[in-house]
C-alpha cells in the first residue's frame, strides 16, 4: 500500500541540482519516458504518411531535415504535420492538466472534465454554432467574430473562475471543488442540450461534431497557443514542483512545513486550467486524455503519485496513437474523441476490476 511519504523515497533516485531549479532523478522513469518519446516520434511520422498523396517515411523524414520536393513539403509542413503535431501538444497538455488535478485533489478520479473546463468550453462553442448567425445579442456577435477556439477558451476560463468562487472558503477545500465542478458540469449539459434542441439541421450536425472532439480541423494558427504556452507551463512547474510535491501529503502537513497552501493550490490550479482551456478550444472536447496518461504514467513508474513530465508524454502518446487508429482502423474516420472516449471507459472497468480484487485479496 502506497503511503504519502513513499514519493519521498531516496531509493533508486539521484538528486540533481541545475541552477535554481533542483530534483530527483529516478532512472526507472527517464527510460520509460525515452521509450515513450520514441514512440511519439515514430507515430508521428507514421501518421504523416497517411492521406492521398503517397509520401514514405523516409520522404517524411528527407522533409524534416530540409529536403524533398515543393510538393512534397507542403504536403508534410502545410497539411498533415500540424494535425500530428496538433495530438502531440494537445495530448500533452490534457496529460499534465490531468496529473495536476489529481495530485491537487488527492483523487485518481479528478480530471478538467470533472472540475467542470471541458463543459465550460462546449457550452461557449455551441452557443458560436448554434446562434451566431443573426443574433441580436452584442456579446455573441462578438464571440462569432473571435472564432470558436477563442469563444471556447473564454468559456472555459469563465467556468473555471465560478468554480473557484463556488468553492473558496478560506481555503479550497478539495472535495467541495469536485462537488462544485460536477454541478456547474451538469447544469452546463442541461444547457447545451437545450440549445441543441433550438438549432436548425445544419448548425446541430456542426455542434455535435465539436462536440465529439477532432483534429480534422487542426492548423498552426489553432496550436500556435498551445506551442508556446506548454514550454513556459513547464518551466514554472519545474520550478514550483517541490510546492506540489509538498501539497500531497496533506495541508495540515504542507503548513507545517512552510507552504503557503492556498496561494500554491490557486497557481497550480491556474495552470492546469490554462492547459486543458487551450487543449480544448484548440480541438473540442477530447474526453479521458487527462484522466488515462496520469494513471498510466504512475502505473509505470511505480510512483504513488503521478509524475507530471511522464503523464505529459503519456499523454501525448495516447492521444497520437488514438488519432492514428481513428484515421486508419474503421472503414470511415472517426473523431478521436469518440476513441479516446471508448479507451477512457475500458480503462475505468480495468480500474474498477483492480480495485475489486485488491479489496478481496485484503
Avoid at 523524414?61 to 504536403?75: K, S, W
Avoid at 488535478?101 to 472540475?115: E, F
Avoid at 497557443?225 to 501539497?247: D, F, K
Amino acid at each position: 500500500m502506497h503511503t504519502p511519504l513513499r514519493m519521498f523515497s531516496t531509493k533508486r533516485q539521484h538528486p540533481v541540482t541545475l541552477g535554481v531549479f533542483s530534483g530527483l532523478l529516478r532512472p526507472r522513469l527517464v527510460l520509460i519516458n525515452a521509450v515513450l518519446a520514441v514512440g511519439i516520434f515514430i507515430l508521428l511520422v507514421v501518421s504523416i504518411t497517411i492521406g492521398d498523396y503517397p509520401i514514405t517515411p523516409h520522404g517524411v523524414l528527407d522533409v524534416f531535415f530540409g529536403g524533398g520536393t515543393r510538393i512534397e513539403r507542403m504536403v508534410v509542413l502545410e497539411w498533415r504535420a500540424p494535425r500530428s503535431v496538433a495530438a502531440i501538444i494537445i495530448g500533452a497538455a490534457l496529460g499534465l492538466s490531468g496529473a495536476l488535478t489529481q495530485s491537487l485533489t488527492r483523487n485518481g478520479l479528478a480530471t478538467p472534465d470533472i472540475l467542470g473546463i471541458t463543459v465550460g468550453a462546449s457550452a461557449a462553442a455551441v452557443t458560436i454554432i448554434v446562434l451566431g448567425s443573426g443574433t441580436t445579442s452584442a456579446l455573441i456577435a462578438w464571440l462569432t467574430g473571435v472564432g470558436i477556439p477563442i469563444a471556447a477558451f473564454l468559456g472555459a476560463m469563465l467556468t473555471a473562475t465560478v468554480i473557484w468562487i463556488m468553492s473558496f472558503q478560506r481555503k479550497i477545500d478539495t472535495f467541495r471543488l469536485i462537488l462544485t465542478g460536477i454541478i456547474v458540469s451538469a447544469l452546463l449539459q442541461a444547457y447545451i442540450t437545450w440549445i441543441m434542441t433550438r438549432a436548425d439541421i445544419n448548425d446541430a450536425t456542426a455542434a455535435t461534431f465539436w462536440l465529439n472532439g477532432s483534429l480534422n480541423s487542426a492548423s498552426w494558427s489553432r496550436i500556435s497557443w498551445l506551442l508556446w504556452v506548454l514550454p513556459v507551463v513547464i518551466l514554472l512547474l519545474t520550478w514550483i514542483a517541490h510546492q506540489l510535491r509538498i501539497l500531497v501529503l496533506g495541508d495540515d502537513l504542507a503548513r507545517g512545513l512552510g507552504n503557503n497552501v492556498t496561494a500554491s493550490q490557486f497557481c497550480l490550479l491556474v495552470l492546469s486550467v490554462l492547459l486543458a482551456a487551450l487543449a480544448v478550444a484548440a480541438s473540442g472536447p477530447i474526453g479521458f486524455v487527462a484522466f488515462v496518461a496520469p494513471h498510466i504514467s504512475r502505473t509505470l513508474s511505480g510512483l504513488a503519485t503521478p509524475p507530471l513530465f511522464g503523464s505529459m508524454i503519456s499523454g501525448a502518446f495516447l492521444l497520437i496513437f488514438a488519432d492514428l487508429c481513428a484515421q486508419t482502423v474503421f472503414p470511415k474516420e472517426l473523431p478521436v474523441g469518440i476513441l479516446t472516449s471508448a479507451i477512457g471507459g475500458v480503462f475505468l472497468i480495468y480500474l474498477l476490476i483492480r480495485s475489486n480484487r485488491k479489496v478481496n485479496a485484503s
